[in-house]
């Protein structure tokens, strides 16, 4: 079952970059090619949408089949996927936030005022991270019983 998830998800983020590869030479100031990119990453968004959901049933999968956990710092399977899943996820933000700014420049979003697009020059990124450590906190606490300490380090 782990592995139907996992090829899901690569089958999924292949089809998206085989497609993106479509747009390669294409004038991007032509009208219908900014429509036609514009369709692309909103489909390229809800396509990935349960990316995480599913990649968190492989992980419980392979935990409760196979009998071991990500925690085991001295096997090189756990500590590859936990790799292999850092890759992923931070891919998909980056992605997800790169489709979101275009879409708001170039689509037919609206920006809130004193924002360039998604992104806000005044947000104070300290307490964004706050915010999103608690929430994943709190989920890693009601899953696994305990969480990591924040430590955040500023200039």
Same mark, same amino acid.
């Given at each position: 079952k782990e592995m139907d998830d996992c090829r899901f998800i690569i089958n999924k983020y292949t089809n998206s970059f085989e497609e993106l590869l479509e747009f390669n030479g294409r004038d991007p100031n032509e009208s219908q090619v900014l429509e036609m990119f514009e369709k692309f990453l909103n489909t390229f968004q809800a396509?990935? !949408?349960d990316?995480?959901?599913r %990649? !968190?049933?492989a992980c419980m999968? %392979?935990?409760?089949q196979r009998g071991m956990g990500l925690?085991?710092?001295t096997c090189y399977l756990s500590m590859s996927i936990k790799h292999y899943l850092d890759r992923l996820y931070t891919s998909m933000i980056s992605l997800q936030m790169l489709s979101?700014?275009?879409l708001a420049i170039y689509g037919h979003q609206r920006s809130l005022p004193n924002q360039i697009g998604i992104i806000n020059p005044q947000t104070k990124l300290?307490?964004?991270l706050v915010d999103c450590y608690d929430d994943a906190a709190f989920d890693c606490e009601n899953t696994y019983m305990?969480?990591?300490?924040l430590n955040i380090k500023t200039n």
């Amino acid at each position: 079952k782990e592995m139907d998830d996992c090829r899901f998800i690569i089958n999924k983020y292949t089809n998206s970059f085989e497609e993106l590869l479509e747009f390669n030479g294409r004038d991007p100031n032509e009208s219908q090619v900014l429509e036609m990119f514009e369709k692309f990453l909103n489909t390229f968004q809800a396509r990935q !949408a349960d990316t995480v959901p599913r %990649m !968190a049933n492989a992980c419980m999968d %392979m935990i409760s089949q196979r009998g071991m956990g990500l925690d085991d710092a001295t096997c090189y399977l756990s500590m590859s996927i936990k790799h292999y899943l850092d890759r992923l996820y931070t891919s998909m933000i980056s992605l997800q936030m790169l489709s979101s700014q275009h879409l708001a420049i170039y689509g037919h979003q609206r920006s809130l005022p004193n924002q360039i697009g998604i992104i806000n020059p005044q947000t104070k990124l300290t307490s964004v991270l706050v915010d999103c450590y608690d929430d994943a906190a709190f989920d890693c606490e009601n899953t696994y019983m305990v969480a990591p300490k924040l430590n955040i380090k500023t200039n």
